[in-house]
């Protein structure tokens, strides 16, 4: 293995099934891990994305780590190998969840790169705090900013790329959901993920990884209810809108505005406060056009 494309092909085997080299040939292949850059991108992330769509592709990510070829490839990713996210708990490294979470999800490129790259944020973002605890504020953030030069140093088109950034930028929201949210709230969750929600609940289930008895069920029924009142939210809208019919007119008639996108702004600004739970939903027009008699 002392060619990159060796050291391409034999992750790529790994991840298959097929024995991992012994020790000290993995070892000695490191060099040639130095060269992997040199190779066209899209080569790089064809066989990224063939050990993460095999059947053990923990295995192969570990042999490329061992061999040198994760830290030429995705350094970010490698920085998260024994970086723990709560002191003392080995379980609890990055590097051991994230191969459980790409292990988890459905066999969809996207979403496995999504789940390969959620966390590198926790690295730079990492905090101690003196009660023991351990935070990683605004990571998904952090995350997403770090996945644009890696999306373009292996080659990920403009579509591509935007479907992975918005993954790991709101992989933490389904996770999230609680049954005392107002329909509102579900609502504005179900329009902010538009195209991307079916993948991301997709991606929240692969990331709950506890080995606490019960706490991955318990996750996958929170999101499976979260799916459940979107649709009836959904098909509660299509018969009774959350607006009343007319409310366009009652706005003319009241301050004797014109047919204009302006009605259609004022009209935008109800649905708006509505979903931020600011309004009750399914009132009379009365009651949106109090609202708007200060924006006007």
């Not at 929600?197 to 499976?224: F, K, M, W, Y």
């Not at 809208?237 to 009343?244: G, S, W």
Request: net charge neutral; hydrophobic share 45%.
């Amino acid at each position: 293995m002392d060619s990159p494309v060796a050291l391409l092909n034999v992750a790529v085997d790994v991840a298959r099934g097929a024995q991992p080299p012994p020790p000290e040939i993995t070892v000695a292949a490191r060099p040639a891990a130095a060269l992997l850059t040199k190779l066209p991108a899209l080569q790089l992330r064809a066989a990224i994305e063939a050990v993460i769509m095999s059947r053990s592709l923990d295995v192969g990510l570990q042999w490329m780590h061992d061999a040198g070829v994760l830290a030429a490839l995705l350094p970010e990713l490698e920085a998260t190998v024994d970086f723990s996210q709560e002191a003392g708990r080995r379980h609890k490294d990055v590097w051991e969840h994230t191969k459980q979470v790409v292990v988890q999800s459905v066999p969809s490129p996207l979403i496995r790169w999504a789940a390969l790259l959620h966390d590198v944020g926790k690295v730079p973002t990492r905090e101690m705090l003196p009660d023991g605890k351990v935070t990683f504020h605004r990571h998904a953030e952090v995350g997403a900013r770090m996945w644009d030069p890696i999306a373009r140093r292996l080659g990920f088109d403009k579509t591509e790329r935007h479907k992975i950034r918005f993954l790991v930028l709101h992989h933490l929201r389904a996770n999230a959901y609680e049954p005392a949210w107002t329909d509102a709230a579900v609502r504005r969750f179900d329009h902010e993920m538009g195209e991307h929600l079916d993948d991301l609940l997709d991606l929240s289930r692969a990331d709950v990884t506890s080995r606490r008895p019960g706490r991955r069920q318990e996750a996958v029924r929170n999101i499976h209810a979260l799916k459940e009142r979107i649709l009836a939210i959904r098909e509660l809208d299509a018969r009774v809108p959350p607006l009343p019919p007319g409310l366009g007119n009652a706005i003319m008639q009241i301050f004797g505005l014109p047919p204009s996108k302006r009605i259609g702004d004022l009209r935008k600004l109800c649905e708006e406060a509505v979903e931020r739970g600011e309004l009750e939903e399914r009132r009379d027009a009365a009651y949106y056009v109090e609202f708007l008699r200060d924006k006007i």
